[in-house]
């Protein structure tokens, strides 16, 4: 490892120019990574619902759809609206009641009931069908198309549509957390490091190993929108104290060795060893977000583990060549070290041990108790502002329309039309259904076959499929919404087993279903990963648990005080958030843990070797607990987009908790446990 270490200080100038070369790829690879924004992208393909998605996409054209509500426009209006809309290459479709009626028809003429679908108080809707999925480009493009074509009179509904306004807050914000991330960052440096120049080459280095993950995504393909918002501030909080590690390590060689760079080299072989075990945990952790069978888990596991590999490498390699080719600049900035040493905290701890742990076992039940009560919500139109335009339009839908969500059934062709009737009367007789409208409806309503346009006809059956759609007035993602869902599957599979559900209500139910899995099995995976890599870090069976205990403590605490609060949480910060403390924090304990370890072997007594790793820990502890704090917070402050605001505001709330209870609670169970980790840790057996 030396003579890898001695190598990279030789070359140090080589090394900083390939660095700042292998930039150009970077922000090429990362400007041509596709960033997706629709959360229900990352459902599984073997799902019934993305499997009646696909027929929607490959059989009807209908890869997504909008809804567009004009105010006050006159039949022969609507019909010039609509032929402009069908001039649009990504649309397929363009229906309202005009097509019905034609441009001298009344629209009192038509049925009440197929009137009221389409037609409240001069306010008509018009469906527009795009050839492409909700989040597609060519999707987003048309929709931005039909806002210009649309005067003011217009609001455009859909999916698609608020998935480009989330398109357009994400890049609007995203500089801004980086900006705020770095600021932060730096305050936290500047009082915990002795030279006004070194933070600058310390996040330097992190952000030129940020760009290579951000760069390197390419190879994905694409990354949700959540992963690019997060994975750049989440990375340089998680992989500071890798930097931080070394420019400390640095410091103390410089005592020991005359030569810069014979110093670094040391510097950068005991850096290396010391942070290969906290760099496996957290990449454990990430990695553990793959196990989620929402595939967002996977994206965000993935790009972060890379991350923080990434990050690892750039600390051992370029923040070194930053180091030695600056050293005199640094030098000529040097100051007095502003955050001070916190030898009463430790004495504190020590001396009060068994008040800690007692004060431990008070607050567990209350944070576990907090922790299993904590409230999640899964519609994604809660997590944006209310003003946006495409929200505007479903909360018009839904006040004049009365359509909240939409489910559309997939029945086969062959089906009778008095069946298909039959089974849409069983349908709209159940609690909470507006209406339920296919082909069948019309004929049934006194419409003749020849009089229906073939527009019409196409968007409700095909040579295969009739499309049953389904208006209900249950918010989506509510237990009455899933419910329904369920009484519709039910009913339909009686006229047709193969018959399939889709729309906006059954995709959010399977997201309700997936994450509820995902939630208990993410966090089980990441706790049995990193307990197994503890147990070969620390060549110890009780350590790992002791350390998990205090870990989770942690989590349990953080999570908890959303309930007590009051606080929903979006639903993926409910899943992610305690695997990403857990790999994030866990280095916190494992840095004392091993201090301690070693100090015992050494000969010191328990008391004497806890109150010196402790001591000779808390600064760094308490450096990288703010900088992760300082990186998350501000973006949680911030963030107009819910689901971000929230996760960042966990973590930055979780950092500090985590740093607190591994400063507070570890030592103690150290010190009551002594005799117990010396009997099962490797090396420790015949201490006394």
Same mark, same amino acid.
């Given at each position: 490892?030396?003579?890898?270490?001695?190598?990279?200080?030789?070359?140090?100038?080589?090394?900083?120019?390939?660095?700042?070369?292998?930039?150009?790829?970077?922000?090429?690879?990362m400007?041509?990574t596709?960033?997706?924004?629709?959360?229900?992208?990352y459902?599984?393909?073997?799902v019934d619902?993305?499997?009646?998605?696909?027929?929607?996409t490959n059989?009807?054209?209908?890869?997504?759809?909008?809804?567009v509500?004009t105010?006050?426009?006159?039949?022969?209006?609507?019909q010039?609206?609509?032929?402009?809309?069908?001039q649009?290459?990504?649309?397929?479709?363009?229906?309202?009641?005009?097509?019905?009626?034609?441009?001298?028809?009344?629209?009192?003429?038509l049925?009440?009931?197929?009137?009221?679908?389409?037609?409240?108080?001069?306010?008509?809707?018009i469906?527009?069908t795009?050839?492409?999925g909700?989040?597609?480009?060519?999707t987003?493009?048309?929709?931005?198309?039909?806002?210009?074509?649309?005067?003011?009179q217009c609001?455009?509904?859909?999916?698609?549509?608020?998935?480009?306004d989330?398109?357009d807050?994400?890049?609007?914000?995203?500089?801004?957390?980086?900006?705020?991330?770095?600021v932060?960052?730096?305050?936290?440096l500047q009082?915990a490091?002795?030279?006004? $120049? %070194?933070?600058?080459?310390?996040?330097?280095?992190? @952000?030129?190993? /940020?760009l290579?993950? +951000?760069?390197s995504?390419? =190879? !994905?393909?694409e990354?949700s929108?959540?992963?690019?918002?997060?994975?750049a501030?989440?990375?340089l909080?998680?992989?500071?104290?890798f930097?931080?590690f070394?420019?400390?390590?640095?410091?103390?060689e410089?005592?020991n060795?005359?030569?810069?760079?014979e110093?670094?080299?040391?510097a950068i072989?005991?850096?290396?060893v010391?942070?290969?075990?906290?760099?496996?945990?957290t990449?454990?952790?990430? $990695? %553990?977000l793959?196990?989620?069978?929402?595939?967002? @888990?996977?994206? /965000?596991?993935?790009? +972060?583990?890379?991350?923080? =590999? !990434?990050?690892?490498?750039?600390?051992?390699?370029?923040?070194?060549?930053?180091?030695?080719?600056?050293?005199?600049?640094?030098?000529?900035?040097?100051?007095?070290?502003?955050?001070?040493?916190f030898?009463k905290l430790?004495?504190?701890?020590i001396?009060?041990?068994?008040?800690?742990?007692?004060?431990?076992?008070i607050?567990?039940?209350?944070?576990?108790?907090g922790?299993?009560?904590?409230s999640?919500?899964?519609?994604?139109?809660?997590?944006?502002?209310?003003?946006?335009?495409?929200?505007?339009?479903t909360?018009?839908?839904?006040?004049?329309?009365?359509?909240?969500?939409t489910e559309?059934?997939?029945?086969?062709?062959?089906?009778?039309?008095?069946k298909?009737?039959?089974?849409?009367?069983?349908?709209?007789?159940?609690?909470?259904?507006?209406?339920a409208?296919?082909?069948?409806?019309?004929?049934?309503?006194g419409?003749?076959?020849?009089?229906i346009?073939?527009?019409?006809?196409n968007?409700l059956?095909?040579?295969?499929?009739?499309?049953?759609?389904?208006?209900?007035?249950?918010?989506?993602a509510?237990?009455?919404?899933?419910e329904?869902?369920?009484?519709i599957?039910?009913?339909?599979?009686?006229?047709?087993?193969?018959a399939l559900?889709?729309g906006?209500?059954?995709l959010?139910?399977?997201l309700?279903?997936i994450?509820?899995?995902?939630?208990?099995?993410?966090?089980?995976?990441?706790?049995?990963?990193?307990?197994v890599?503890?147990?070969?870090?620390?060549?110890s069976?009780?350590?790992?648990?002791i350390?998990?205990v205090?870990?989770?403590f942690a989590?349990f605490?953080?999570?908890g005080?959303?309930?007590?609060?009051?606080?929903?949480?979006?639903?993926?910060?409910?899943?992610?958030?305690?695997t990403?403390?857990?790999?994030?924090?866990?280095?916190?304990?494992?840095?004392?843990?091993?201090?301690?370890i070693?100090?015992?072997k050494?000969?010191k007594?328990?008391?004497?070797?806890?109150s010196?790793?402790?001591?000779?820990?808390?600064?760094?502890?308490?450096?990288?607990?703010?900088c992760?704090?300082?990186?998350?917070f501000?973006?949680?402050?911030?963030?107009?987009?819910?689901?971000?605001?929230?996760l960042?505001t966990?973590?930055?709330?979780?950092?500090?908790?985590s740093?607190?209870?591994?400063?507070?609670?570890?030592?103690?169970?150290?010190m009551?446990?002594?005799?117990?980790?010396?009997?099962?840790t490797?090396?420790?057996?015949n201490?006394?």
């Amino acid at each position: 490892m030396l003579k890898i270490a001695e190598k990279i200080c030789k070359h140090k100038k080589i090394i900083l120019a390939i660095a700042l070369l292998l930039l150009i790829p970077s922000v090429i690879g990362m400007k041509a990574t596709r960033i997706n924004y629709d959360i229900l992208a990352y459902l599984p393909d073997n799902v019934d619902t993305v499997q009646g998605e696909n027929i929607l996409t490959n059989e009807f054209n209908m890869g997504s759809y909008s809804i567009v509500i004009t105010e006050n426009m006159s039949t022969k209006d609507i019909q010039k609206l609509e032929d402009k809309f069908k001039q649009l290459d990504n649309v397929e479709k363009v229906v309202s009641v005009a097509d019905l009626l034609g441009s001298n028809v009344p629209v009192e003429m038509l049925p009440d009931n197929i009137k009221d679908i389409a037609y409240k108080e001069g306010d008509t809707a018009i469906l527009v069908t795009f050839k492409e999925g909700i989040s597609s480009d060519k999707t987003l493009e048309s929709i931005e198309q039909l806002r210009k074509i649309a005067d003011k009179q217009c609001k455009i509904s859909g999916m698609s549509a608020l998935v480009l306004d989330t398109k357009d807050i994400a890049n609007s914000e995203i500089v801004t957390y980086v900006v705020i991330a770095v600021v932060l960052c730096m305050i936290v440096l500047q009082f915990a490091l002795d030279s006004y $120049l %070194a933070p600058v080459f310390l996040l330097a280095s992190i @952000g030129i190993a /940020i760009l290579y993950n +951000m760069g390197s995504n390419i =190879f !994905l393909g694409e990354i949700s929108y959540i992963t690019k918002a997060i994975s750049a501030v989440l990375q340089l909080g998680v992989t500071m104290d890798f930097a931080i590690f070394l420019y400390h390590s640095y410091k103390a060689e410089k005592e020991n060795y005359t030569d810069n760079d014979e110093a670094m080299a040391h510097a950068i072989s005991k850096t290396l060893v010391s942070v290969v075990g906290s760099s496996l945990t957290t990449i454990a952790g990430f $990695l %553990a977000l793959c196990s989620m069978n929402l595939t967002l @888990g996977k994206d /965000i596991g993935i790009v +972060m583990a890379k991350g923080v =590999f !990434l990050g690892v490498v750039s600390v051992v390699t370029v923040l070194p060549a930053m180091l030695l080719i600056f050293d005199k600049a640094i030098e000529k900035t040097k100051h007095k070290e502003i955050l001070p040493r916190f030898e009463k905290l430790k004495n504190f701890n020590i001396k009060h041990y068994k008040a800690i742990i007692v004060a431990f076992l008070i607050i567990l039940p209350v944070a576990i108790y907090g922790y299993s009560k904590i409230s999640v919500y899964y519609d994604l139109n809660k997590t944006l502002p209310q003003t946006l335009p495409s929200i505007e339009a479903t909360n018009t839908l839904e006040e004049k329309f009365n359509m909240v969500s939409t489910e559309l059934a997939l029945i086969d062709k062959d089906v009778p039309s008095y069946k298909v009737n039959e089974m849409l009367d069983k349908i709209e007789d159940l609690d909470g259904v507006e209406f339920a409208l296919g082909y069948s409806t019309l004929a049934d309503n006194g419409i003749p076959e020849e009089v229906i346009p073939e527009s019409i006809r196409n968007v409700l059956q095909n040579d295969k499929y009739q499309l049953v759609v389904i208006s209900s007035d249950y918010e989506l993602a509510t237990d009455e919404l899933n419910e329904q869902v369920d009484k519709i599957n039910t009913i339909i599979k009686e006229y047709d087993n193969d018959a399939l559900l889709a729309g906006e209500g059954p995709l959010m139910k399977d997201l309700v279903e997936i994450s509820d899995h995902d939630f208990n099995s993410v966090n089980s995976v990441s706790i049995a990963v990193i307990f197994v890599i503890m147990i070969f870090v620390l060549k110890s069976i009780s350590l790992p648990v002791i350390l998990m205990v205090v870990i989770e403590f942690a989590i349990f605490l953080n999570m908890g005080i959303s309930t007590y609060t009051n606080t929903t949480l979006p639903f993926i910060a409910s899943i992610v958030i305690g695997t990403i403390q857990l790999g994030a924090t866990i280095d916190y304990a494992i840095l004392i843990t091993t201090k301690y370890i070693n100090l015992r072997k050494e000969g010191k007594d328990k008391k004497e070797a806890i109150s010196e790793a402790l001591g000779t820990s808390i600064s760094s502890i308490i450096v990288s607990g703010l900088c992760f704090f300082g990186a998350t917070f501000g973006v949680g402050v911030v963030s107009k987009i819910g689901m971000i605001a929230s996760l960042c505001t966990l973590m930055s709330r979780g950092a500090i908790i985590s740093m607190f209870t591994v400063i507070m609670a570890l030592p103690a169970f150290l010190m009551l446990f002594d005799k117990v980790i010396c009997k099962t840790t490797v090396g420790m057996k015949n201490l006394k």
